[in-house]
């Protein structure tokens, strides 16, 4: 039976010795997808998961160049870190890393609460109007409780293009490392404009490679009518996402009956909003954004309402959050899914960005050493 290896660290504090051990253990690897959320146990009690010690750091990054948002420029990624332990010396890491605009809860709201916490020195119930509280707290608390499995694996991702005729360049740059999906923001010029790049881009893209198309909302029906259309048929296109406005999202399930082309959602999401999709029988992919969704038990029931096509998504969080994910993505995929944990070029060399960007990311590549290191570059 195959092994996997499981890695983290103790506390450790006798006459003789104070600090951090770090282990390393091989245990055989169960057949099939991972969980990536395991019940606790009836017998185990809460005082093994009592946290002794709880700590949160701020943190502000600067894009390497401004993003527009629906908010306006967005020139820096915001968020906290937090650090949790227990008793027993286990350390959990979380990373809370609102956007507003996607539904989340606003950085004000979750220092509010990650403040009552410290001073409490543990967390509290977190409210639902605070996904990525609730997130954050979800993956340290697991780790203290032991019921995370996050496993160590690699899957390949694709890589972001730039809008208008910048991609063709940076396509070119990009298969030279390797990649082969990727994904182009339109809806930026003129259906004929970008018409003309998307042909060049068919010439440039690797003989096997596929394109995701980005509209971020920005088509009205008539325009994403021809947008679809002009791809029926087009087998190298492997799904046009937020095709339109989102007061218009509903309208993409008659647009997935008119036309062959796959479609996706990048909505804010939540457990009801997954199930009413599974009700309605979606027909297309599903792009998750773990980090501003809520808490591990919730995102279990999302990937098993959608399990062959929900594409994890990176948040463009630091190395706390993006780790957190890619393991998530790992344990909820299939070998050969395709994530879009991209964006990681986005920011400079600041002591939080320890991922290459590459076109096969690995869950596992960043340790706990390295994190801790990141946590004491926060103070």
């Known amino acids: 039976m195959p092994l996997i290896e499981v890695k983290g660290a103790l506390r450790i504090a006798s006459p003789g010795y104070s600090g951090l051990v770090f282990i390393s253990l091989k245990i055989p690897r169960r057949q099939g997808r991972t969980p990536i959320f ?30 527009q948002s629906p908010a306006g420029k967005w020139k820096a990624r915001e968020g906290f870190i937090l650090r949790m332990e227990n008793d027993d010396g286990l350390v959990g890491f979380g990373e809370v890393a609102p956007i507003p605009w996607f539904g989340t809860e606003t950085l004000a709201a979750a220092e509010n609460f990650l403040e009552r916490a410290a001073k409490g020195n543990s967390p509290s119930e977190v409210p639902a109007a605070l996904p990525c509280c609730r997130f954050a707290i979800s993956c340290a608390s697991s780790v203290l409780r032991q ?3 996050p496993p160590d694996g690699n899957r390949r991702n694709a890589a972001l293009l730039p809008p208008g005729r910048l991609a063709l360049r940076r396509m070119s740059e990009l298969s030279g490392l390797g990649f082969k999906t990727y994904k182009w ?11 003309r790049v998307f042909d060049e881009l068919m010439q440039e893209l690797p003989t096997d490679g596929s394109l995701r198309l980005d509209a971020n909302g920005a088509w009205d029906l008539l325009e994403a009518w021809q947008w679809l259309e002009y791809l029926e048929g087009n087998g190298r296109v492997e799904f046009v996402e937020d095709s339109l406005d989102p007061a218009l999202w509903e309208a993409s399930f008659g647009l997935a009956e008119a036309f062959n082309v796959s479609l996706g959602l990048d909505l804010p999401v939540t457990h009801g909003f997954v199930s009413m999709l599974k009700q309605r029988k979606w027909p297309g992919f599903l792009i998750l954004k773990p980090s501003l969704l809520g808490c591990l038990e ?38 050969d899914a395709v994530l879009g944990m991209g964006g990681q070029d986005l920011f400079p060399n600041d002591g939080l960005k320890l991922h290459a960007a590459s076109c096969v990311v690995n869950a596992g590549s960043v340790g706990f050493d390295q994190l801790e290191k990141a946590w004491a570059g926060l103070s």
Do not use: W
Request: aromatic fraction near 12%; proline fraction near 4%; charge should be negative.
């Open 185 to 195: 923001k339109v809806g930026v010029l003129t259906f004929e404009e970008e018409r």
């Open 147 to 149: 019921d995370f499995l």
């Open 38 to 67: 395991q019940s606790p146990t009836a017998n185990r009690t809460q005082e093994a998961t009592l946290t002794k010690q709880f700590d949160y750091r701020p943190y502000r990054r600067q894009f390497r160049h401004s993003l």
């Open 298 to 335: 919730e995102l279990q029931d999302m990937v098993n309402s959608f399990p062959n096509t929900m594409i994890f998504s990176s948040s463009l969080e630091t190395c706390f959050g993006y780790e957190a994910v890619l393991r998530l993505a790992v344990a909820g995929t299939e070998q």
